[in-house]
């Protein structure tokens, strides 16, 4: 199983972005996959998540600013922030769990940096 993100870069606050991950290996269908963040001195976070079956859960940036998706025939998952803040900057990773017991699997994407300025 492979994770390839990308779409990160230098956005001003109140702008928008879009992140994707590609996933290779196994189908999207059939995992858990979700996004962290890890800013600087901190530890990595959940940021959004989505089941196999499709459900989706938030926690930050909350459900009003962020989209979490899926597209299984290209078999990426993205993730859409609108109103940017500085404290959404970090590395974002991408993560993949086949076993489906909650959005914390065994395999990372390499990661994609988000800077936000102010």
């Known amino acids: 199983v492979q994770l390839q993100a990308s779409g990160g870069g230098l956005v001003q606050s109140g702008g928008s972005l879009k992140l994707a991950c590609q996933v290779s290996?196994?189908?999207?269908?059939?995992?858990?996959i979700a996004w962290f963040r890890q800013a600087p001195g901190k530890a990595r976070e959940l940021v959004a998540g989505?089941?196999?079956?499709?459900?989706?859960a938030y926690l930050d940036p909350p459900e009003d600013r962020s989209t979490i998706s899926r597209d299984i025939a290209k078999n990426t998952m993205y993730l859409q922030v609108n109103r940017l803040e500085p404290e959404d900057s970090g590395v974002y990773y991408c993560?993949?769990?086949?076993?489906?017991?909650?959005?914390?699997?065994?395999?990372w994407g390499q990661g994609t940096q988000v800077t936000v300025s102010s």
């Open positions: 290996g196994i189908e999207l269908s059939f995992i858990n």
């Open positions: 993560n993949a769990n086949p076993s489906r017991l909650g959005f914390q699997g065994r395999f």
């Open positions: 989505i089941s196999y079956d499709g459900i989706t």
